[in-house]
């Protein structure tokens, strides 16, 4: 069965190659087309699909996937921009996401009593992330203004690194059955953020003194890049888990300081090499979470309460916040704050996350989160395009 699988998946990798712009008109980005490649795999094997299992074995794949997703974002982040363009990403930090997180929680609490607060919680976190890959389309697109493109960029590179240690916390909580006092979550949090923030400091700087020495004698090869900046995001990963703190958080500081001490005075050729990397390793995770999706799917007892989550969840708890934080700048007409605030998809941190809590959270849980980063795949998949062309639109308009 694993051969006829590596064969399907390796067609899908091939035929989404050669017709990758003829996707791309159709509305049809990456996430949506393979977790589709992912449900058609289980559809065909249903009968040997065992979910379990194969989550255990690849969970460490996952999270190393993840780990080099945060540095990269975390490293092409661009923190110069953000010092001159500091006003939205910091609203929408610091303000849109504690109330989304607020919001997620009380519209599960509406919807389903019987969770436990913790549950709310930690479902929440796990949705809070956003992910700019799934709105690469307005990224790319020249006639959405510059200010908007930073900020989505900017707060996709910056939110999930923010979110990790307090679903570490929440997850612990979990585990152990209950909320765990202040003092157990200061000791959590220095230990798991604190040896991650000494690793990675460590690692950076040591990193970024051998890369200048090695350019200076003419070691560096520019072939080689891309394992850089891979086996920096793995090692920091690594080592830090090893010590009992958080990889994660370890892997997205290190790619803020990778910007600070070395990025400003080179191009982007070392990360954006190192992400086709990446991006190869988070469309397998999208067909895992594809055929995931679909085996519970079959087992899944819908109704209505858990659609309107799903699709609440996905939009009006990220849109209403972020409005709502922006009300005050009168520099954005509601046509771009409103840009701001839908653009919020659930990516591939929220994947990670519900397969780590697979095995020790309830059903529902894991049910609605399921349900909730299908609904922003294809929802904020197929909208990007047309938002996209409304601003040129309007740019031609104005022009003419």
Not at 6 to 26: D, E, H, T, V
Not at 34 to 63: C, D
Not at 294 to 322: E, N
Not at 369 to 390: C, D, M
Request: proline share 4%; with cysteine; charged share 15%.
């Amino acid at each position: 069965m694993e051969y006829y699988i590596a064969i399907l998946l390796a067609l899908a990798f091939f035929i989404y190659s050669i017709s990758f712009r003829q996707l791309a008109r159709a509305e049809l980005t990456g996430p949506m087309y393979f977790v589709l490649t992912g449900m058609v795999v289980a559809a065909i094997f249903l009968a040997e699909f065992k979910i379990g299992q194969p989550l255990e074995q690849l969970l460490p794949l996952v999270e190393l996937t993840l780990a080099v997703v945060l540095f990269s974002d975390a490293a092409k982040t661009r923190l110069a921009i953000l010092k001159r363009a500091y006003k939205y990403p910091v609203l929408l930090l610091f303000v849109a996401l504690p109330l989304t997180f607020c919001a997620t929680v009380l519209t599960g609490y509406l919807l389903f009593p019987e969770m436990s607060l913790l549950a709310l919680a930690l479902l929440a976190i796990i949705l809070t992330p956003t992910d700019a890959a799934l709105s690469k389309g307005i990224l790319e697109a020249k006639a959405v203004p510059l200010k908007l493109r930073e900020a989505i960029n900017v707060e996709s590179g910056l939110n999930d690194g923010l979110c990790v240690p307090i679903f570490l916390f929440l997850f612990l909580s979990w585990q152990l059955g209950s909320w765990q006092p202040p003092m157990k979550m200061l000791e959590f949090m220095f230990r798991e953020v604190g040896i991650a923030l000494v690793v990675a400091t460590l690692i950076s700087w040591s990193a970024t003194y051998l890369i200048r020495y090695s350019a200076r004698r003419h070691f560096f090869e520019k072939a080689s890049s891309p394992f850089l900046i891979l086996s920096l995001a793995i090692v920091n990963y690594s080592v830090a888990e090893a010590l009992g703190g958080s990889g994660f958080v370890a892997a997205f500081v290190a790619g803020l300081l990778f910007d600070y001490l070395y990025r400003p005075s080179k191009d982007m050729q070392l990360i954006e090499e190192s992400e086709h990397i990446a991006e190869f390793f988070s469309y397998l995770i999208w067909c895992l979470f594809g055929a995931y999706s679909y085996s519970q799917l079959q087992s899944m007892d819908l109704s209505w309460s858990k659609l309107a989550f799903a699709l609440i969840a996905a939009t009006l708890v990220r849109v209403i916040p972020v409005l709502f934080s922006l009300i005050v700048f009168n520099g954005l007409n509601f046509k771009e704050k409103f840009t701001l605030a839908w653009f919020g998809p659930r990516g591939l941190a929220s994947i990670v996350f519900t397969l780590m809590v697979l095995d020790s959270a309830d059903g529902l849980l894991s049910e609605l989160a399921t349900l909730t980063i299908l609904t922003s795949v294809f929802i904020h998949g197929i909208t990007t395009r047309p938002i996209a062309n409304s601003f040129r639109k309007n740019g031609v308009a104005k022009r003419s």
